[in-house]
């Protein structure tokens, strides 16, 4: 069985941090290529960070470039975002991605056709 499982989300100020964990199972985590997207109320969901877990290429939105950073742990299935000088309108529900084939670019583009999502995990950020 698949599974996609976020943390790390909650409530901070602005100019806070937070570190998302995503930790997954069930498929071959070195293939894939993984994101983070997230959906504000009213809005669509979007790319923010994907990175391609064979060559660790990574690709950000220009919405939070030099803010936040992708890595991951292959050893261990999990993918992670630093997310620094956190700004209210990064409130939204962020959302653990995989898919392939794709890479880093390309798997940000578009929730559409992703072969796998967790459930979400929520941050707000106060003003």
């Known amino acids: 069985e698949v599974q996609l499982v976020e943390s790390g989300g909650g409530l901070v100020q602005a100019g806070g941090s937070l570190r998302l964990s995503c930790a997954t199972s069930g498929f071959d985590f070195d293939d894939y290529a993984m994101g983070w997207f997230r959906q504000a109320p009213g809005k669509d969901r979007e790319g923010v960070s994907c990175i391609s877990n064979d060559d660790g290429h990574t690709h950000y939105d220009d919405s939070v470039k030099g803010r936040f950073t992708i890595s991951s742990d292959n050893a261990k299935n999990m993918v992670y975002l630093q997310m620094n000088n956190l700004k209210p309108e990064d409130t939204a529900v962020y959302y653990c991605?995989?898919?392939?084939?794709?890479?880093?670019?390309?798997?940000?583009?578009?929730?559409?056709?992703?072969?796998?999502w967790g459930r979400g995990t929520l941050v707000t950020v106060s003003s």
């Open positions: 991605a995989a898919d392939r084939p794709s890479i880093a670019p390309m798997l940000c583009q578009s929730d559409l056709g992703v072969d796998y």
